[in-house]
């Protein structure tokens, strides 16, 4: 049972790059999310789903698009790479309301 | 505006003393709160859950307290060691649903032997 696995670990974009952050659980959870976490500021909610087929807004959606097209994957896109979007990016699943975090990609936009 | 705070200045204590930890929001109702652990490059990982019927809760050497006239969490570490020195973060729900997890800034807490 590997849990919430997110790859890269770690990236460096430029300015106006685009990619695409893999979420992928193997606990069969229907509810996944993505957060960043900057410091002083905590983890913010971007983008959330709780099931395939169905996602929803968090608290900074601005700049990110997710789908959900199977249970067990959760992608977040960056579609034109900011420097504000620099971060640590956490993916977590959850169930009977306890969150399951990835290991996070610290991604780095120059 | 809808606010979680916990104490951003660090909790520094001695090993063997219990380590109290504060979360205070305003603008919520929530139905329970949660807590969670974060080691530095690691995710978080959750440790407690409390509802909003119950006062308190235990876990091993961990408590957590839940006012909701207060609006405040209190969670405690009994017996400290230096292992238990992490992030320890206070999470509850956000109004009108269970789809939007609210987590609070942290409070970095260091066990010193």
């Not at chain 2, 001695?14 to 995710?43: I, M, V």
């Amino acid at each position: 049972n590997a849990g919430v696995t997110q790859t890269p670990k770690f990236q460096v974009l430029k300015t106006g790059q685009s990619m695409t952050l893999q979420c992928a659980q193997d606990m069969n959870h229907e509810y996944m999310s993505w957060y960043r976490q900057d410091p002083g500021m905590g983890l913010r909610l971007i983008h959330y789903s709780v099931g395939a087929g169905i996602t929803d807004q968090g608290e900074v959606p601005n700049g990110y698009n997710v789908s959900r097209s199977t249970t067990e994957d959760f992608p977040l896109r960056l579609l034109s790479a900011a420097p504000s979007q620099t971060s640590v990016y956490f993916c977590a699943s959850k169930f009977a309301g306890e969150a399951f975090f990835g290991q996070g990609t610290r991604l780095t936009v120059v | 505006s809808q606010k979680i705070e916990q104490n951003s200045e660090a909790l520094n204590i001695q090993e063997g003393k219990t380590a109290t930890l504060t979360c205070n929001y305003t603008n919520y109702s929530p139905a329970y709160l949660q807590w969670y652990r974060q080691d530095p490059g690691r995710g978080p990982v959750f440790l407690l859950l409390i509802r909003e019927n119950e006062k308190e809760k235990r876990k091993e050497r961990l408590k957590v307290t839940f006012d909701t006239t207060l609006k405040q969490s209190l969670f405690h570490i009994t017996a400290s060691q230096p292992a238990d020195s992490a992030t320890y973060l206070c999470a509850l729900f956000d109004s009108g649903g269970y789809n939007k997890l609210i987590f609070g800034a942290g409070t970095r807490l260091a066990v010193h032997p």
